[in-house]
Structure formats: structure tokens, C-alpha cells
């Protein structure tokens, strides 16, 4: 401790030092609800977030040529650097008719849950992707409080 430090203790009082054990537990309470509330306030920007991710897949919209040019260059590079696997897009469970239910038991029926967005990526890669040979599997991707969360679409090539 500097002596600058060590001289402002000792201008204070015990009183000021010390704090007693129902002032430390206020303290302590205080503290924990403004983290709770900051928690509560981020956990609801994400919240809208997701509901606004959510609203923009929904469209269904055919997926445009450029975009398609776009994501072709993505599986060249992602070849090029030895892998043979991309993933194609992630989206929220809600973007299935079932929450994801399908998928994560790996039915056969699964691509019939997609809706929006993810149903165009799928139909997509069913009329210009399986052809050429790729493959294409869904998964859950992440367990928010153990319950399924995103939904990663992934396309393969060997």
C-alpha cells in the first residue's frame, strides 16, 4: 500500500472502514439485482432480436441468383481449404412448424417442418445441390436451458 493510500485510512473512521454484516448483505443484494436486472434487460434485447430474425425468415421468397453466386463461393473456399462441410444457415427452431422435433429425432419427414427461409435453402439444395452430389443434414444446433434452440442446416461433399 502506498503511503498516499495508508494516509486516507487513516483520516477514516472505523465506522467508515467497517461495514456491519446487515450493511455487507444490503451491499451484497444491491449488487445481485443490479446483475439481475442488466441480465434481465440483455435477455430482452435477445429476445427481440430473435423475433425480428424470425420475421425476416419468414419470407418465401425463391433465393436470388446472387445470393446463390454468394454462397457458391463460400463452398469453393471452405473446398479449398480442405473441408468438406459448411454450414448452409442457422435459424432459430421456431422456423419449423414442430420446434425442431423432427430433426432432432433425425425423421425422414423433417424438411417437411421448415418453413420460410429454411424451406427455400432446402428446396434449393433438392433441385440444383442433390443433383450435382451433395448432401445436405439438419441438427440442433445449441440447447438453450436444455430445450432445442437453432437449427444449423449443413451441406457436404466428399
Not at 55 to 73: G, H, M, V, Y
Not at 128 to 153: F, H, N, R, S, T
Request: net charge neutral; with cysteine; aromatic share 6%.
Amino acid at each position: 500500500m502506498t503511503d498516499k493510500n495508508r494516509s486516507s485510512l487513516d483520516n477514516l473512521s472505523d465506522d467508515d472502514i467497517f461495514m456491519s454484516v446487515k450493511a455487507l448483505k444490503s451491499y451484497v443484494t444491491e449488487i445481485e439485482m443490479a446483475k439481475a436486472k442488466q441480465s434481465l434487460e440483455a435477455q430482452s434485447r435477445a429476445d427481440r432480436a430473435k423475433q425480428e430474425l424470425i420475421e425476416q425468415l419468414k419470407s418465401d421468397a425463391p433465393i436470388s441468383a446472387e445470393r446463390l453466386r454468394a454462397f457458391t463461393l463460400r463452398v469453393k473456399a471452405a473446398a479449398e481449404a480442405g473441408q468438406t462441410e459448411l454450414l448452409m444457415g442457422r435459424f432459430p427452431c421456431e422456423m419449423c412448424t414442430d420446434r425442431g422435433r423432427a430433426i432432432n429425432q433425425s425423421e425422414p419427414g423433417w424438411p417437411e417442418t421448415l418453413t420460410g427461409l429454411p424451406r427455400q435453402a432446402y428446396l434449393t439444395w433438392k433441385a440444383k445441390l442433390q443433383p450435382l452430389g451433395y448432401q445436405l443434414k439438419a441438427m440442433i444446433i445449441d440447447w438453450p436451458e436444455g430445450a432445442p434452440g437453432d437449427v444449423g442446416l449443413y451441406l457436404s461433399w466428399q
